[in-house]
């Protein structure tokens, strides 16, 4: 299966499929971990996870255990914005490609947290 791309306005692209880590996955890292790699041989390089079904800690030891350069898959993923720290420890990849802050009210310390990851730590 091959995936097209969409080219964002940073220049780099984000494949239009990916291979969401959901629901069906909630606290079962081991099993995170091992369809992740089925599903890079079946073709996708966009992984999401998610701080509430506990699936980030899984989708970066997926990710690892593939041993493909970070920066040619997209790794993204949705949590609250309490715990984005959390997400950057329990994925150890480095960097997020994208991330989804999720708040029930927008405030101005959410755009101090979303200045200070995009500095640190997205590609």
């Given at each position: 299966?091959?995936?097209?791309?969409?080219?964002?306005?940073?220049?780099?692209?984000?494949?239009?499929?990916?291979?969401?880590?959901?629901?069906?996955?909630?606290?079962?890292?081991?099993?995170?971990?091992?369809?992740?790699q089925?599903?890079?041989?079946?073709?996708?390089?966009?992984?999401?996870?998610?701080?509430?079904?506990?699936?980030?800690?899984?989708?970066?030891?997926?990710?690892?255990?593939l041993?493909?350069?970070?920066?040619?898959?997209?790794v993204?993923?949705?949590?609250?914005?309490?715990?984005?720290?959390?997400?950057?420890?329990?994925?150890?990849?480095?960097?997020?490609?994208?991330?989804?802050?999720?708040?029930k009210?927008?405030?101005s310390?959410?755009?101090?947290?979303?200045?200070?990851?995009?500095?640190?730590?997205?590609?």
């Open positions: 299966m091959v995936v097209s791309s969409i080219k964002l306005n940073t220049g780099r692209s984000i494949p239009r499929v990916g291979f969401g880590t959901g629901t069906s996955f909630i606290n079962r890292g081991d099993d995170v971990t091992l369809v992740v089925q599903a890079y041989q079946a073709g996708f390089r966009l992984f999401d996870g998610a701080t509430l079904y506990g699936t980030e800690e899984g989708l970066g030891q997926g990710i690892e255990k041993g493909v350069e970070r920066n040619t898959i997209f993204t993923s949705k949590t609250p914005d309490w715990a984005w720290t959390k997400v950057i420890q329990l994925i150890r990849l480095g960097f997020l490609s994208h991330l989804i802050l999720s708040r009210f927008a405030n310390s959410i755009f101090r947290v979303l200045l200070f990851f995009k500095k640190s730590y997205l590609f």
